[in-house]
């Protein structure tokens, strides 16, 4: 192509030798033409190959994006739930500044799902167990092929109607798919009875978590009971982990019941000392009567979200009381696993101090470890966890935790004691047996007694080669195969981020894929992770 110009004058040569003047000028003329015509091409073809170019690398670009920080919520939907929720939780996470697209499950194919590290699947089920309309093409092809998502991890919400047979059928079938595919849950199965409010904030939650935004407002405030703060005390003194506190609260209602498994939703308060410097720093008096004189402007922000960013404040700069109630968002909920059963008359709660980069402490912990005042008033609201409760019959259990997913652990333990089934296995790990080993007495206690078959431990810095739990797991593969034959279920409780994983894998690897997959689809292994 480069040598044309030359190729042109070899062709044109004989003719002006012998033409005249003015056929030498027309030919001259034109050849001009000729030659402005082929350049302006040849710019065109280059300008064409150049813009492929920069296509492709922008294509490669955004698929090494889209695999790195993208994040997709798929949704199968009947009558448009499914779909409605699947949106609120794309603009809850894009707050987030997580690069989210949304897709109906007819949408996606293999392609789609090998493309993203992260999905989360929001699904409906139709008649007994069906899938919706729009996801009937994923099951019926996709679902039935062979395919390898062991890159993925994925998040699941199951909308249903408790009244059918197969509640939440399709939610369920997916499940096990996608176990069956490697593909890791990011956290277990949350099953929705009639678009309750109560498992929304738990999907709420997860987001906030996933989306490491503690500040992600409820999508519906829950309505919260008043309790009594009547203990506090901190188990770990002198421990190189952050504190960690045993609360016990009284209810102010008669009739309050739970069962082991179940969450607290706490509603959280800010200090009153953090209300005052909000109120000095805009010179702004307190004691003014609010929402028709109901409150004061003070009471009323304990319970709202308050700036710690200059942006935030000039927001609000100028604004009156009335005004400044509105802008801000409420304090969003905290959920803690209980760790009591209604028979010890109090509801306990094991709860770990957490603090911003800033140095300013969690919501939920700091209220209730150090800003709450004992014999104070706190609103709770139980929240029914069923995936999460004791097994239907009297069956040998294995339980596996670490940190304070001990408070779930210990719930169970105390209704299998009570009512008699004392085959348990407690598989417990922290940093320090000298600082950390909570409930440690009480433990040894019902080991002692019978009530706990076997206590096995794992406490990470007490030697030179640090042990986790899944490294117990892996100690015990033999006896924990003997219990699963002989019918054990397995509860885990704990990290999201480490623990549940990792003991997953060691499940996997003691128990093989087939049994994992049949324990979880019989109720016989269930996880509460956080």
Known sequence: MKYWPLALCAVFNPVLCYASDLERAYT??????????????????????KKNAHNRQADQADTSMRNSNSLLVAYASQTGNAELIARKTAESLKTSSLLVETLALSAVDAATLRDFHRVLFIVSTTGEGDAPDNAANFQQTLMLGNIDLSHLQYG????????????????????????????????????????????LRHWQYQLGLLAHNTEM???????????????????????????????????????????AGDIAEIGPRNSPQAVAQFLKRLALDG?????????????ALLE????????????????????ILRALKNLPHREYSIASIPQDLHLELLIRQT???????????????????????????????SAFHPPAQNIPLILIGNGTGIAGLRAHLKARIASGHLQNMLIFGERNAEHDFYFKDELQSWLAQGSLTKLATAFSRDQAKK????????????????????????????????????????????????TVTNLAASGRYRRDVY
Request: charged share 15%; with cysteine; proline share 4%.
């Open 287 to 299: 004691t003014l009567p609010v929402h028709s004189g109901d409150t004061t402007f003070a009471y």
């Open 304 to 323: 709202k979200l308050l700036p710690h960013d200059e942006a935030s404040w000039k927001a609000l700069s100028g604004l009156d009381a009335e005004s």
């Open 467 to 514: 042990t986790y739990v899944q490294d117990v797991v892996r100690s015990l593969a033999e006896e924990i195969r003997n219990w699963v034959s002989d019918g054990a279920a397995i509860y885990v409780c704990g990290s999201a981020s480490g623990m549940a994983p990792a003991v997953h894998s060691q499940l996997l690897e003691t128990l093989g894929e087939h």
């Open 28 to 49: 001259a003329q034109a050849l001009g033409v000729i030659f402005i015509y082929l350049a302006f091409c040849g710019w065109i073809i280059w300008q064409h190959k």
């Open 217 to 259: 407002p409820d999508w519906e405030t829950p309505v919260y009971q008043p309790w009594t703060l009547v203990a506090r005390s901190q188990l770990n003194q002198g421990s190189a982990g952050a504190p960690v506190f045993h609360l016990k609260l009284a209810a102010q209602q008669q009739d309050m019941h739970w069962q």
């Open 355 to 385: 603090h911003y980069a800033d140095g300013r402490p969690g919501i939920g912990s700091g209220w209730l470890t150090q800003h709450a005042a004992v014999g104070g008033e706190v609103g709770l609201r139980i929240r029914e966890n």
């Open 156 to 199: 699941l919400l199951a909308l249903g109607d408790s009244s059918y047979t197969f509640f939440c059928g399709f939610g369920h079938t997916l499940d096990a798919w996608l176990q069956r595919t490697h593909a890791l849950p990011l956290f277990d199965l949350i099953e929705v009875d009639h678009l309750d409010d109560g498992a």
